[in-house]
């Protein structure tokens, strides 16, 4: 009877190992890990190593830029997805998305500053995966 429930209890435990997504698996939608003013939220479609991305950012009382954008990129050597990026200011750059845990950072590097008030959503951003599907169109 003891050996039938260390079986079972293993096999449960791997069934629920099983449902976790792949570490490189990036598809689905992010949020900001800690509350703030200005939300932001990026979504991945990710088809092999091949992913479509596109994001929202803005302030809660709907003042100032509130940047939309889009990208396309792939993971890397080292399982982070690389993509380059536009917003609807005509900002560009390239990000890097990353798990650590349950947590992903994601770090947005401007290459082509176009309108000022939008630039404040970009830099380093700590986010959370609140659902494994895409909830804004990724193109």
């Known amino acids: ?21 792949a570490p490189s698996d990036f ?26 991305t596109s994001f929202s950012a803005g302030n ?4 100032g830029a509130a940047p939309d954008g889009a990208g396309e990129g792939k993971l890397n050597a080292k399982g982070e997805l690389e993509f380059t990026w536009t917003d609807t200011f005509d900002n560009a750059g390239s990000a ?12 947005m590097k401007v290459d082509k500053a176009a309108e000022a008030r939008a630039l404040r959503f970009y830099g380093e951003i700590a986010l959370k995966r609140v659902s494994t599907k895409p909830q804004m169109s990724t193109r």
């Open 1 to 21: 009877m003891k050996v039938f429930l260390a079986v079972l209890f293993l096999a449960f435990a791997g069934m629920a190992r099983a449902a976790d997504p």
């Open 27 to 52: 598809t689905g939608h992010y949020e900001l890990a800690k509350r703030t003013k200005s939300p932001f939220a990026l979504d991945v479609q990710q088809k092999g190593k091949a992913a479509t």
């Open 60 to 63: 809660v009382d709907g003042s």
């Open 96 to 107: 890097v998305l990353r798990r650590d845990g349950k947590q992903y950072h994601l770090s």
